[in-house]
């Protein structure tokens, strides 16, 4: 019951404001997209090289692209693509840097400067490139692929945030109490410390999915990943690269398509992030 | 005293794993290239197959043959000698290359943090200045979030096809007109930062957002300090409070996000140069992935990160040289 009142409440605070729920519904919206839209809107394969470019019309939402194909179901298949990268990259991510940085924090000592050394080091690469040149070596074929190698590069400041997180609260009564009473290690992580990180985590968890699409289009921009042409990043890389639809004029919905709907999910991800912390840290409400 | 060498030992250490990182690249690299150079120059200069051999090891610094660690002492040892060996695909020795990109890139970067960090500034400045206008905080948040969600490389991308293609405003691509001269004269540098002009913009337009909120928020906790209070007491003007009192206390903790803003910038510049046609380190860094040209592609990985600790340094001189209370 306790639990429903909080969940209640929270859910109130969070329709106040109305970045987040402005947010949260367009989330709600892309991940309907990505799960049962493929379901709903078929993809025609049919090339019709006379109906290229077409405008926006009702037959065709967002017009067609440059072989004459709906451009809309194209956005609507990719999306699962784009949410797998994000989302697959997110939880990776999150999962390293919640051990690692756990791992850390606890030790203490020489094992967390080794480890904080190795952060560090990672912090100073340059992420776009790093994740170029490995996307590059090593041939990726589906997203999940993808987005566990963006996670091995977008770990690092998180995992640091968790160990300084772990630093602060281990000497606190709370946690000693628990020494005390002989608890194990296993209950002071699972029971004590983690349900405390858990609004820090949650919104790190957006910001890392946030850039993932960043360097996962950037990175199918450029041509180094040849993942489904369906996926947003390829359709920009096709559009722009291959095709040249950027110099047609009337090309400009089948160009423009994939990066609104990149810019209203990042759009979307920001508000929503900011409406969490404002969730969990009351200081910063009407900020 | 004792930190700040402890400060360069750890540059010294990510560098090293820079060299270690570039090394796995060369080894990775598919397909026995030496051979195939080999016998390419024993065709071209009519030698003997091993003369020929050993030219090829020499030009990419990377002999087959012998141990691994004596491969990786062999490639530190040329890396002291400046022998970042030669491109393989452009056949002309990648310290040139780095040569000529490396200050397109640094001019690039350098002049739009400069004016996003400033633009920024101001603007979260003076909004939280004049908090209580509602409006204007909430249209500058809304315009920040907007300027965060999209990628500097779309904004390039949108940039090209309104201002380039569309308008014919600005040139579509390249860093100077082809028919000036390279050198100290007018048109060439007019034709320069002709052509910077939507590179920069994509830059400025995508981090500005960041520089205002943390100006925002920087500032606002300057506002609640008490010194503001008397200053505001002693009747003293609001420009004056802005810049002497507010501005220049507000802008300290900022700094060391300059040298993070300058990483971020030199790795999407692999985007926004590919994107432009750009002849700094981040095209070359683009074209030697998509063609596996890999001593290029070492070359300039280990001077982007060098670059990266070099800003990092710079950014702590200048934090310590204006909060002379911070000891680093």
């Known amino acids: 019951m306790k639990l429903i009142d909080s969940l209640t409440s929270r859910y109130k605070i969070l329709t106040h404001n109305n970045r987040a729920f402005f947010g949260f519904l367009i989330l709600i919206l892309y991940f309907l997209m990505a799960t049962i839209g493929p379901h709903l809107v078929s993809l025609d394969n049919i090339i019709d090289y006379a109906g290229r470019y077409q405008g926006i019309s009702l037959q065709h939402w967002l017009g067609t692209d440059y072989a004459g194909r709906d451009t809309f179901s194209q956005i609507v298949h990719g999306s699962t693509d784009v949410m797998l990268i994000a989302f697959s990259t997110a939880f990776f991510a999150t999962f390293m840097a919640i051990i690692i940085g756990i791992f850390s924090g606890l030790k203490g000592g020489r094992i967390d400067a080794f480890i904080m050394k190795i952060v560090d080091i990672l912090l100073t690469l340059p992420q776009f490139p790093i994740m170029a040149i490995f996307a590059g070596i090593f041939t990726i074929k589906d997203s999940i692929t993808f987005g566990i190698l963006l996670a091995c590069f977008s770990w690092a400041p998180l995992s640091r945030g968790i160990r300084s997180q772990v630093l602060s609260i281990k000497n606190k009564e709370f946690i000693e109490v628990c020494h005390i009473m002989n608890m194990s290690t296993f209950h002071i992580i699972f029971k004590e410390l983690l349900p405390n990180m858990i609004p820090f985590i949650s919104i790190n968890f957006i910001h890392i999915a946030k850039n993932a699409i960043i360097a996962s289009v950037g990175i199918m921009l450029l041509g180094i990943v040849p993942l489904s042409v369906t996926n947003w990043g390829m359709m920009i890389n096709i559009a722009t690269k291959q095709v040249g639809a950027i110099y047609v004029p009337h090309a400009l919905p089948y160009l423009l398509s994939p990066i609104f709907f990149i810019v209203v999910f990042q759009f979307a991800l920001i508000n929503f992030a900011s409406g969490v912390e404002e969730l969990f840290d009351p200081r910063s409400r009407g900020r | ?328």
């Open chain 2, 1 to 328: 005293m004792k930190k700040k060498y402890k400060k360069y030992f750890s540059s010294a250490i990510t560098i090293f794993v820079a060299i270690i990182i570039s090394f796995y690249l060369v080894r990775s690299m598919p397909g026995d290239f030496i051979h195939l150079r080999a016998t390419e120059i024993q065709l071209q200069q009519s030698l003997t197959y091993e003369t020929a051999y050993n030219i090829a090891k020499r030009q990419y610094n990377y002999d087959p043959s012998v141990p691994i660690y004596k491969q990786f002492i062999g490639y530190v040892g040329g890396l002291a000698h400046g022998n970042l060996g030669q491109s393989v695909i452009l056949r002309i020795p990648v310290t040139d290359i780095i040569r000529k990109a490396l200050p397109w890139t640094i001019f690039l970067c350098s002049v739009s943090l400069f004016i996003s960090f400033l633009l920024g500034s101001i603007i979260g400045l003076f909004v939280s200045f004049r908090s209580r206008i509602r409006w204007l905080d909430s249209t500058v948040s809304f315009a920040a979030a907007l300027s965060q969600s999209i990628p500097d490389f779309i904004i390039a991308l949108l940039l090209i096809v309104i201002l380039a293609i569309n308008i014919q405003l600005f040139p579509l691509r390249g860093a100077y007109d082809v028919d000036t001269v390279p050198g100290f004269n007018i048109p060439f540098i007019l034709g320069v930062l002709y052509h910077a002009v939507l590179p920069v913009m994509s830059y400025v337009i995508s981090t500005i957002g960041a520089w205002t909120l943390t100006m925002k928020a920087s500032a606002s906790t300057v506002l609640s300090e008490d010194y503001i209070n008397v200053a505001k007491a002693k009747g003293l003007r609001d420009k004056r409070i802005l810049s002497k009192y507010i501005g220049k206390n507000a802008v300290i903790p900022l700094v060391p996000g300059l040298a993070i803003s300058f990483a971020m910038m030199l790795s999407s510049s692999l985007f926004i140069e590919n994107i432009f046609s750009y002849p700094g380190i981040g095209y070359f860094f683009g074209f030697s992935i998509g063609n596996r040209d890999f001593t290029l592609l070492q070359g300039i990985l280990l001077i982007s990160i060098v670059m990266i600790v070099i800003s990092n340094h710079v950014a702590d001189k200048v934090h310590e040289w204006l909060d002379p209370r911070i000891d680093l």
